[in-house]
């Protein structure tokens, strides 16, 4: 599978769940939503490929990364930011390991 049609994934994951979270404010949460991957996913992969840094502990940086642009972005509580940051990712790396590991 091309490096790219995991970015595709990534955000067919994690943009439904952002807008679970941002009812009222859709269209800027999914802008957000995907400037924030287009910022993370790149960098994760840049990360992932040429440093020998585990990628639990990246994915622990997207969430964080992406917690922290939420609660900016979205003038959001930290608390929520973070849910959204943690759950996101978390369901996308987990779905990353599927496709890895059994297709």
């Keep these: 599978m091309g490096v790219w049609r995991y970015f595709i994934i990534t955000l067919v994951v994690e943009l439904p769940i952002v807008l679970l979270f941002f009812k009222q404010e859709r269209k800027f949460a999914l802008l957000i939503g995907f400037l924030l991957n287009l910022f993370t996913w790149p960098l994760l992969n840049i ?30 509580s930290w608390k929520k930011a973070l849910a959204l940051g943690f759950t996101a990712n978390a369901l996308s790396y987990g779905v990353g390991i599927i496709l890895n590991n059994y297709i």
């Design 47 to 76: 990360l992932l490929y040429y440093t020998h840094w585990n990628i639990n502990i990246l994915e622990i940086g997207v969430a964080v990364t992406e917690s922290i642009g939420y609660y900016l972005l979205m003038q959001c």
